[in-house]
T-cell receptor, first 114, second 114 residues
Framework: DAGVTQSPTHLIKTRGQHVTLRCSPI?????VSWYQQVLGQGPQFIFQ???????GRGNFPDRFSARQFPNYSSELNVNALLLGDSALYLC?????????????FGQGTRLTVV | DAKTTQPPSMDCAEGRAANLPCNHS???????VYWYRQIHSQGPQYIIH???NNETNEMASLIITEDRKSSTLILPHATLRDTAVYYC???????????????FGKGTKLSVIP
């Protein structure tokens, strides 16, 4: 089975532009979460979606938005990019059912804002 | 979720057991201990999790103290490929479709030395 896949792997954008990052979860997983990891820090939670509904949101500005599609894939959108948005963006999928569910991460999208 | 404390770095000789400690003195009764690791520039990799009992899988063993205020991740025979940042995370396991959020700290950078 394929793991969590993210696209693109690398991206360079200019300040003020917007960006869309994509994630396909593991087959059978209905929950997708997004994390931002800046250099030298641990990943920070941005959003979680389950069955196309937002289930959790981290402390990020409204420039960040996301959605989940009927096939459980997801997009993360960031508007009005700032230099500080440069980071590794990680997607994780999980079954989101039962106790002790683990999340599986993709390899991430490296976003550089110049 | 309860806060965790980990040493910033550790060294381990190749072939020896690596013992990574984690303090979580404010852990609640329904909170699980999760361990993830992140090899440079890759997405975090799930290792193991537990609630009360010690756990073992093909990657590692998790030893949780009886009072649950601390735990140790054991890699029985460390190899150079185990060099990574190891994150100890404590979270509530929600049944059904509750919000799934991992709160990462800075982790322990484990260096396996030849």
């Amino acid at each position: 089975d394929a793991g969590v896949t993210q696209s693109p792997t690398h991206l360079i954008k200019t300040r003020g532009q917007h960006v869309t990052l994509r994630c396909s979860p593991i087959s059978g997983h209905k929950s997708v979460s997004w994390y931002q990891q800046v250099l030298g820090q641990g990943p920070q939670f941005i959003f979680q979606y389950y069955e196309k509904e937002e289930r959790g949101r981290g402390n990020f500005p409204d420039r960040f938005s996301a959605r989940q599609f009927p096939n459980y894939s997801s997009e993360l959108n960031v508007n009005a990019l700032l230099l500080g948005d440069s980071a590794l963006y990680l997607c994780a999928s999980s079954l989101a059912s039962g106790a002790g569910t683990e999340a599986f991460f993709g390899q991430g999208t490296r976003l550089t804002v110049v | 979720d309860a806060k965790t404390t980990q040493p910033p770095s550790m060294d381990c000789a190749e072939g020896r057991a690596a013992n990574l400690p984690c303090n979580h003195s404010t852990i609640s009764g329904n909170e699980y201990v999760y361990w993830y690791r992140q090899i440079h520039s890759q997405g975090p990799q799930y290792i193991i999790h537990g609630l009360k009992n010690n756990e073992t899988n093909e990657m590692a063993s998790l030893i949780i103290t009886e009072d649950r205020k601390s735990s140790t991740l054991i890699l029985p025979h460390a190899t150079l490929r185990d060099t990574a940042v190891y994150y100890c995370i404590v979270r509530v396991a929600h049944s059904g479709a509750g919000s799934y959020q991992l709160t990462f700290g800075k982790g322990t950078k484990l260096s396996v030395i030849p």
